[in-house]
């Protein structure tokens, strides 16, 4: 496999190597200035950007908007002033010769009644977004997903570089954060929560192989990872809160990018020539499906997707204005086995067909109304997902035996609402709710060696309802201290279960460096849809009465800052997990604390409990100079409690982990020819998954492989270590910009193991191993 994308590489790099343009390095650098919470656009902020030698300065007009022409193609520094506000600057801004910068600067007001000095405050680089995030949570911003080593545009692998934070899995995007299982996790986009937004996910799974969510439509965004603020719910261990970006206003913009991973094409423009409004459109294609047609074949598995997302804004005067978004896309994959029973020996999947798709879709219309110090939100939404994964096994006499099928679908149409009030500097109000329509067919089976046959565990329609509602006050006496307390309300109506949940923090900044936060946090989540709709033989559903999992988090986190563009952050956390489904069996030591998708057929009560604890510095250095750095070293406990009153390690008790990710970028002017290169390299260490260990005598016995259930995740698998690189080559043009990249994942090639299993030929334990080394090759035109 690794030898045909190789050959893949190469045939991309002849094809798009060739540059047939005149140079030019001029470009617009523009952009809005608003209030960070209403987003009223400030008149009159001086705004300054300055590059290794040129130097522009503007004011903001009647709509906020500056605009600077004729910008050299080089990364830019903006700093912004205004009267009552805290100075905002932002380094390293990138400079296409193929597409204006366009940018949105929301700046804090200070809590000092000031009007005639700009207010110097404490760095905005670092903070989130969401004005009442505190500690354990951070921005970033799409350009990010781009630099990172092997990001590859996804949202969710860049997170991996994050303290606390890692991807387990070589062929996914599934993140594990601070031990806690990946379906804790919450997606969110524009204020609504949405199904997993990724290709070749599982029922049940919050990842996938590739995001489904193009980087050409997001904005800057929030991840949190612990005591999140009360308008999220519905999640125990993260969020990922998305903003989408309004394609330019002014001029038509298009890209086109070639790879490994896919053809991919955008657009973005003014809806109407001299009209308010924009489109943002992109369309991607799997070159994997395509290469299999044109003969060239990469693996065993048959691959094949596709997506598309938009963005379109239009205001509408005093009504308000409106958007309407979407994203949806198809995945399918095809392992075939052979009916040849002299290759079943040594390679056993050989025996077993796996026919798997996934598609997901999502749609939403946005409305939005501001008055001089509030601003009214609500989302009307629809997200759907459909699943099916399919599973056979040749018999001795050849014939294909169903071993299990998963037929699931799952929509949701959402309404929320939000208000937000500032009735000055000092205070903040935020309140809102969401009802959720959930629709649901699910078919499930799978084989019974007992009794020799197929079993339905799961064959249910329907639909349910749940409904969050919140409110969050901020309090800023000054500049230096701020505190924030709320309350989330969530209410599962199919089994009137609900949760009250109180979230609250304060921070103090003892200079314009340095900070101290104390966040805590009640968060419940509901169980994957699927598990309370489990059958027993004569038809009782054993699970329907489930209660919410809760877990309470206390973050402790200090903060100091240096220079331009450093920063040390320490993070002390403890989460305390309640009533998590165990099995009901007294001497199970089964928990969906462990569990990273699908739904269980057991019957399950919630007596589980959890607990995880650690502590995390990150060092970072933000692009300034041509350089950046991100390290951050974890050291934590997961430990969970079922039926059988042992508290074990979870799966997910890795102990420590470090990440470690920095680059450099060159920019030089030669001949009258812009060009920049950068190097990115990502190094990551962690310990080992934890398994139920493999009952050597019993599987020896059977043929295949059996786990000693009353030892569960007493052994570890080996340490996960790997080395990834990336290279970039941009060049600029006459309004053309094009960048060749190559990234490499795993360049040592290190065979990290994936899991243990009973091999029945050599009769012993086995390692299934990961990926080795893979190069992502692409190309990208911006015009």
């Not at 001086?46 to 193609?73: C, L, M, N």
């Not at 193009?214 to 999640?235: K, R, W």
């Not at 009209?275 to 994997?288: A, E, M, P, V, W």
């Not at 450093?566 to 928990?591: C, H, R």
Request: hydrophobic share 35%; charged share 20%; proline share 3%.
């Amino acid at each position: 496999m690794r030898t045909n994308l190789f050959h893949l590489a190469a045939i991309i790099c002849c094809l798009l190597s060739s540059n047939l343009f005149a140079q030019d390095r001029g470009q617009t650098l523009k952009g809005v200035v608003l209030d960070k919470i209403i987003r009223e656009p400030l008149v009159g902020a001086t705004v300054i950007a300055k590059g290794s030698t040129v130097v522009f300065q503007a004011v903001t007009d009647s709509a906020g908007r500056f605009h600077f022409e004729g910008v050299p193609v080089e990364r830019q520094t903006v700093q912004v002033r205004y009267i009552g506000y805290k100075e905002w600057t932002s380094a390293g801004i990138a400079m296409n010769s193929g597409k204006e910068t366009d940018l949105v600067i929301e700046m804090e007001e200070s809590a000092l009644q000031v009007t005639e000095i700009v207010v110097t405050g404490q760095s905005e680089r670092f903070k989130p977004l969401n004005p009442f995030a505190v500690g354990s949570a951070r921005s970033f911003s799409m350009e990010e997903t781009q630099r990172y080593a092997v990001a590859t545009s996804d949202p969710a692998r860049m997170a991996s570089a994050f303290a606390g934070v890692s991807v387990p899995g070589d062929d996914n995007n599934t993140i594990v954060i601070r031990g806690n299982a990946p379906n804790g996790l919450l997606w969110r986009l524009e204020g609504t929560d949405l199904l997993n937004p990724n290709h070749f996910s599982n029922a049940g799974a919050t990842g996938g192989a590739i995001s489904l969510l193009s980087a050409q439509v997001l904005a800057s965004s929030d991840f949190f990872t612990g005591a999140f603020p009360a308008e999220y719910g519905n999640a125990l261990s993260g969020v990922f809160d998305l903003k989408l970006r309004k394609g330019n206003g002014e001029h038509r913009e298009y890209t086109f990018q070639a790879g490994i991973l896919g053809l991919e094409a955008a657009a973005e423009g003014p809806i109407k020539s001299g009209k308010q409004g924009s489109f943002l459109f992109n369309y991607r294609f799997s070159s994997l499906y395509l290469l299999s047609k044109i003969g060239i074949e990469i693996g065993d598995i048959k691959t094949k997707f596709q997506d598309v997302s938009f963005h379109i804004w239009f205001p509408a005067g005093r009504i308000g204005e409106f958007s309407l978004f979407g994203t949806g896309g198809t995945s399918a994959e095809k392992l075939p086995g052979e009916a040849d029973s002299t290759l079943w020996v040594r390679q056993p999947n050989k025996r077993f067909n796996s026919i798997f798709q996934s598609d997901m879709g999502a749609l939403g219309l946005i409305h939005q109304k501001r008055w001089s110090n509030m601003v009214w939100k609500q989302v009307l939404a629809w997200s759907g997902s459909n699943n099916v994964d399919k599973f056979e096994r040749f018999e001795n006499d050849y014939q294909l035996q169903p071993i299990s099928r998963q037929i699931h679908r799952l929509d949701r149409i959402t309404l929320t609402t939000n208000l937000t009030h500032k009735p000055n500097a000092k205070h903040l109000i935020r309140s809102g709710a969401t009802l959720t329509l959930h629709m649901f067919n699910l078919d499930q089976s799978s084989w019974n060696p007992l009794i020799n046959r197929s079993e339905e565990q799961i064959n249910s329609k329907g639909n349910l309802y749940t409904l969050n509602i919140f409110s969050q006050w901020q309090y800023r006496p000054n500049d230096r201290l701020t505190f924030n307390a709320g309350m989330h309300g969530f209410f599962f109506f199919l089994n009137k279960k609900q949760s009250f949940e109180p979230r609250a923090s304060v921070q103090y900044a003892y200079s314009n460096s340095q900070s101290l936060s104390l966040s805590y946090g009640l968060h419940s989540q509901m169980q994957p849809i699927g598990i309370y709709f489990v059958r027993d033989t004569v038809g009782n559903y054993f699970n329907s009465q489930l209660d919410l999992t809760r877990a309470s988090h206390l973050v402790l986190s200090h903060r100091i800052g240096w220079g331009e563009s450093w920063q040390l952050k320490t993070e002390m956390y403890l989460q305390d997990i309640m009533q998590a489904p165990v099995g009901s069996d007294s001497n199970s030591s089964f928990s969906l604390l462990n569990e990273e998708d699908g739904y269980t057929s057991l019957p399950l009560v919630n007596l589980g409990k959890g607990k995880n604890y650690g502590i995390e510095f990150s060092i970072e250095k933000r692009l300034t100079k041509g350089a950046y750095l991100l390290a951050s070293v974890s050291l934590y406990q997961s430990k969970y409690k079922a039926s059988d009153n042992i508290w074990r390690n979870t799966r997910y008790n890795g102990n420590y982990l470090s990440n470690l990710v920095f680059g450099k970028e060159w920019e030089w002017i030669r001949k009258n020819r812009h060009r920049s290169f950068a190097v990115n390299f990502k190094i990551t260490h962690f310990g080992g998954l934890r398994e139920i260990p493999v009952d050597l005598l019993k599987s020896e016995e059977a043929g295949f492989t059996i786990r000693d259930q009353q030892r569960s995740y007493e052994t570890q698998l080996p340490a996960y270590f790997r080395i990834d690189a990336g290279l970039r080559l941009k060049r600029h043009f006459k309004q053309l910009t094009t960048t060749f990249f190559l990234d490499i994942q795993n360049v040592t090639n290190r065979m990290n193991a994936r899991a243990s299993y009973y091999h029945p030929f050599f009769r012993s334990v086995e390692y299934q191993y990961q990926e080795g080394l893979i190069p992502i090759l692409g190309y990208k035109v911006e015009f």
